[in-house]
């Protein structure tokens, strides 16, 4: 079987080309052996890219457990570089993931924008902010100069398989601390269910972060800085709270190819 290797800011993934639809898409060890960076490829999940009427391609997106996840924001961008490098698309694409329709432009230095899902609201819970960007989020702000000893693994496995989120399929947990100064970036850290462990960034968690900073007032476009490197997300707010016209902008890169025998 013909793989692919792309990451968008160290969220790393294999990709397969399914327009042939050849894949054993419900052997889900199969894509957890893929998955795992020891015995197989190596990587936070797998999408598989197949044919859809109506749209330039279908995005099918698996955690690195094997398990059919939700819309993963790295992944759409990192598929849409794919899609491009197939030739399936040129410069613009219209396809279906998880959570819904989304759109994207591939910028001439490589930078993909992807537009994410309107966000009607937020919630404060005790944990923090709970919202949702096509994957549930909580974001936690913490105090200036703790998150680069912050125990993310600890605390936010602790959330995920919590009292409350823990029978509700659990949840994204994001570590956030603001800047010291205007023009700087939003620091990030994530804890992702699905991989049971902090990542080098998540797409939908920028995005869960930059609006939530959004109520103590970042302006759009919010810069952010994550493990693996630098995003934006731009948004539209609206009195009522909601989020609309909502980007996750930054880049998405091609690794290696090869063949492996199943």
């Not at 990192?78 to 899609?83: H, M």
């Not at 023009?183 to 992702?192: C, L």
């Not at 476009?221 to 693996?228: A, D, M, N, S, Y």
Request: with cysteine; proline share 5%.
């Amino acid at each position: 079987m013909r793989f692919y290797k792309y990451q968008g800011t160290g969220n790393d993934f294999v990709m397969i080309d399914d327009r042939a639809r050849t894949f054993p898409a419900d052997d889900y060890a199969l894509v957890r052996r893929l998955c795992e960076r020891r015995r197989g490829i190596g990587a936070d999940g797998l999408i598989l890219l197949r044919t859809l009427p109506g749209y330039d391609f279908e995005m099918v997106y698996y955690n690195a457990d094997g398990y059919l996840g939700s819309m993963c924001g790295n992944g759409g961008r990192c598929t849409v570089a794919f899609a491009r490098q197939l030739g399936v698309i040129q410069n613009q694409a219209r396809f279906l993931a998880a959570d819904g329709p989304h759109e994207a432009t591939v910028d001439a230095d490589g930078t993909v924008r992807l537009r994410m899902m309107d966000v009607a609201g937020q919630q404060e819970m005790p944990d923090g902010i709970f919202l949702n960007t096509g994957s549930p989020h909580i974001v936690r702000f913490l105090p200036a100069s703790s998150l680069a000893e912050h125990n993310v693994y600890a605390e936010g496995r602790a959330i995920r398989y919590g009292e409350f989120f823990g029978a509700r399929g659990g949840t994204n947990v994001n570590f956030v601390e603001a800047p010291q100064a205007s023009g700087q970036p939003w620091q990030v850290r994530t804890y992702e269910r699905g991989v049971e462990d902090e990542t080098h960034s998540c797409g939908t968690g920028v995005t869960a972060v930059a609006l939530a900073a959004a109520r103590r007032g970042a302006a759009s476009p919010v810069p952010l800085r994550t493990i693996g490197g630098d995003l934006s997300v731009s948004f539209r707010q609206h009195p009522d709270g909601s989020f609309t016209e909502v980007y996750l902008n930054g880049p998405a890169a091609y690794v290696f190819e090869g063949d492996i025998s199943l």
